[in-house]
């Protein structure tokens, strides 16, 4: 957030906190109206751009602002930087996050980026969420190019953004044009904030013949 904007959400609180006592509010009401502010102006921007949002534009700058983050600059690096630079930010982010399904999920991601795809299998069956899982697993086999087994494990998946995404890969693999773009659309229209951010990055890197 720029420091400008900062200066002006502080400024505008304390000019509320000064006009509430002036006028006899008492101190409980104003803490309340004040934690509402600051989680209005400070909090919730953040939360509608990782979460909510549908502009791409948006969450870019938000990473770019926030590459200090490993996660989000991770999200950064699979759209701009290469893929060295992605397995370093993958390898520190495996160190760092030791919840089962994102450790496991990164631990696939990076040994998918080697093109080590059993050991991406390996990593992503141990993934406790279902959906996650098959997710994952399926798109390691797509990169693989095992179109007969990712077919069986999407169609494990609810219909979901991810089931579209997986869908929209896959005919791509197998040049169905028309069925690429059909799921794209759906993939997007029912995704927000960073993920959205990700598959369409990750579609436009689909080369259409």
């Known amino acids: 957030m720029r420091p400008i904007r900062l200066i002006l959400i502080y400024l505008g609180a304390f000019i509320s906190c000064s006009l509430f006592s002036t006028i006899g509010m008492q101190p409980m009401f104003i803490f309340i109206l004040l934690t509402f502010y600051l989680f209005l102006f400070l909090i919730f921007p953040s939360i509608h ?17 926030n590459r200090e983050k490993l996660l989000f ?17 993958l390898k520190m982010i495996v160190e760092k996050e030791q919840h089962p399904n994102d450790h496991f999920y990164f631990k696939s991601s990076l040994a998918l980026l080697s093109n080590e795809f059993d050991e991406a299998i390996e990593y992503a069956m141990q993934i406790p969420d279902e959906d996650l899982r098959h997710y994952t697993m399926a798109y390691v086999e797509i990169n693989r190019g095992n179109t007969p087994r990712a077919s069986i494990l999407l169609q494990r998946l609810p219909f979901s953004w991810r089931r579209s995404t997986l869908e929209a890969l896959l005919a791509f693999s197998e040049q169905k044009i028309d069925e690429f773009r059909e799921n794209t659309t759906a993939a997007l ?21």
């Open 73 to 89: 600059h991770y999200t950064y690096a699979l759209a701009h930087e290469s893929k060295e630079k992605q397995q370093l930010l």
């Open 189 to 209: 229209k029912n995704c927000r904030g960073i993920d959205r951010y990700t598959i369409d990055h990750l579609f436009n890197k689909c080369d259409i013949k």
């Open 49 to 65: 751009t990782v979460f909510l949002t549908k502009n791409s534009s948006k969450v870019e700058r938000f990473l770019q602002s």
